[in-house]
């Protein structure tokens, strides 16, 4: 990671964040969700689902794989860009930290195409996907920690307080 990336966390709601690109924890459909996926479409507008429509009819005919990362325009969101990347689903089975890892990757990396120096980030699969929160928050901070990238500031935005103390456990 360039030494100069910060990382912030904030309590709030990740569609209200002033950022050059916001994180969509997606589904691999492109076309909408629950959480953060159905906020970020719902605040963006229409715009968003139709970059998304467009690249389901192009590259993504079969979805999003998990682990990587496409970016749309943000619409109406305070942010230029959203990078969707699509999260694991959680495992008791199965070791899946890689994906998870990748997300975060695969978004830095997109935002870097971009040209984008300041990128809010859920805390990806840890709702509907079932991810244990402790678990995820370490995931994604080691994951940004050891990435090369030129954004500037991550910033993590957590829904709740528990999701919160879980990740300044993790940046302390």
């Known amino acids: 990671m360039a030494h100069s990336t910060k990382i912030t ?3 709030g709601d990740i569609t209200e964040q002033h ?10 459909s492109l ?14 507008g229409p715009e968003i689902l139709a970059e998304c429509r467009a ?10 794989p998990t682990g990587h990362a496409v970016a749309t325009t943000a619409g109406r969101l305070p942010a230029r860009w959203v990078v969707h990347t699509v999260g694991p689903v959680w495992s008791r089975d199965e070791d899946r930290s890689e994906l998870l890892a990748s997300c975060y990757h695969e978004s ?3 935002a870097d195409e971009l040209g984008a120096r300041t990128v809010a ?3 990806i699969s840890t709702g509907a996907y079932g991810w244990p929160i402790g678990d995820a928050a370490r ?3 080691e994951a940004v920690r050891g990435a090369e990238t030129a954004v500037e500031e991550v910033r993590f935005v957590l829904f709740d307080e528990s999701a919160y103390e879980a990740f300044a456990q993790q940046i302390s």
């Open 139 to 141: 995931i994604a901070v």
């Open 108 to 110: 830095l990396r997109v």
């Open 9 to 11: 966390l904030v309590l």
């Open 55 to 64: 690249l389901r009819a192009g590259h993504y005919g079969g979805g999003l």
């Open 19 to 28: 950022v050059d690109a916001i994180v969509n924890a997606a589904n691999s």
């Open 121 to 123: 980030f859920p805390a």
């Open 31 to 44: 076309l909408g969700g629950g959480g953060v996926d159905g906020a970020i479409h719902r605040r963006g």
